[in-house]
């Protein structure tokens, strides 16, 4: 009933319910304080009043009265409590098998990224009845992504990976907002959710696009060097990233870290953060030459490497030239005149093929 209430918006994810159930216990336990009080000043007001009771009767503590009013507050706080901590975990915590969609939020717009290859501005389509998890940074400054039918709100930092997730469960058109005042056009930041029919959706996805995001990132992979080091064959001077993502990683202090997005994002931008165990901290920082965009996707191909959706490339060819990438600057048109070149060279190594097999 409370749905049809225009006061509220749609209630269009698994999370609605909840959120809207704790929403209405607060208000509930708000109200019913404000309407006791209210009642109670007004009849003592009117029941002690001064002609009736010229001298007040003293009283001095009374244990019983001060255990209620002490418990009775602190069982509904706990309340409140344990309820918004389930709801907390529900939302911080993404089912296994959820999509995911890459976001982007720059000054004053939304870009979306699905692992298809299908890239948004504005506007996000998403099957109704699949879970869905954000992965989002910002290109400039915080912004914060807050989808009302949703009810989920999550802040989109430069720098770093945030993430949260929903479940659209009815299809259609809603709001997306920016909720974090990021500038002049602030209140220009918003777009649209469209939900879609999960066949319309397929049709949706399967329109204009060349290749998906993990390829996008294996030629950056390419391009910028990475597949000089990084190599399947264990000979490289990096760690190899077949099946590493979701995995922990011993480092060379000691830690343990998990493969995560976050995780992948530091070791290209900030790679002597953290190193591997038994590695040298030898890689340049890719800081300030990639796009949030061409990081997004070379985070996406380490997660297809991990899942074995996707094959590291052959070291570039000429093997004979084994010097390190010192000066990353230099490497893109270095190593776009090695892709250009295989179409000459014997095909053996021209295409991702297979890896070598390792154990
Ligand atoms: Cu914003």
């Given at each position: 009933m409370w749905s049809n209430l225009p006061l509220f918006p749609p209630r269009a994810s698994s999370m609605a319910g909840h959120v809207d159930a704790l929403y209405f216990f607060l208000v509930a336990v708000a109200a019913f304080f404000t309407v006791l009080i209210s009642a109670l000043i007004l009849f003592f007001a009117i029941r002690y009043r001064k002609e009736r009771h010229p001298h007040a009767v003293q009283i001095h503590g009374s244990t019983a009265l001060e255990l209620l009013w002490t418990g009775i507050p602190l069982g509904i706080v706990m309340i409140i409590f344990v309820w918004s901590s389930v709801i907390f975990f529900m939302q911080t915590r993404p089912p296994k098998g959820a999509m995911e969609i890459y976001c982007v939020g720059k000054q004053w717009m939304w870009k979306f990224e699905h692992t298809g290859g299908q890239r948004e501005i504005n506007e996000l389509h998403l099957p109704a009845g699949r879970d869905v998890r954000m992965i989002m940074t910002s290109q400039d400054v915080i912004h914060d992504f807050f989808v009302p039918a949703f009810r989920i709100k999550a802040d989109v930092l430069p720098g770093r990976y945030t993430s949260t997730w929903f479940h659209p469960t009815v299809p259609g058109r809603y709001h997306l907002f920016c909720s974090q005042y990021c500038g002049t056009n602030h209140s220009q930041m918003v777009g649209t959710v469209v939900v879609m029919d999960p066949v319309d959706y397929e049709r949706w996805a399967a329109g204009?696009?060349?290749?998906s995001l993990a390829s996008a990132g294996e030629k950056s992979f390419q391009q910028y060097g990475c597949s000089m080091c990084h190599?399947?064959?264990?000979?490289?001077?990096?760690?190899?990233?077949?099946?590493?993502?979701g995995k922990p990683v011993l480092l060379d202090d000691g830690r343990t870290v998990t493969a995560d997005e976050s995780y992948v994002r530091e070791s290209i931008l900030n790679p002597g953060v953290k190193i591997v165990s038994g590695f040298k901290n030898i890689m340049p920082t890719f800081q300030g030459q990639l796009t949030e965009e061409e990081v997004i996707g070379l985070v996406a191909y380490v997660k297809a490497l991990g899942n074995g959706t996707a094959n590291l490339p052959l070291p570039v060819s000429n093997p004979d030239s084994g010097n390190y990438p010192v000066a990353p600057k230099a490497e893109p048109s270095a190593a776009k005149s090695d892709q250009g070149a295989p179409a000459a060279e014997p095909a053996t190594k021209s295409t991702p093929v297979n890896p070598p097999a390792q154990p």
């Open positions: 204009g696009v060349d290749g190599r399947a064959d264990m000979a490289g001077r990096a760690p190899n990233l077949v099946g590493l993502f």
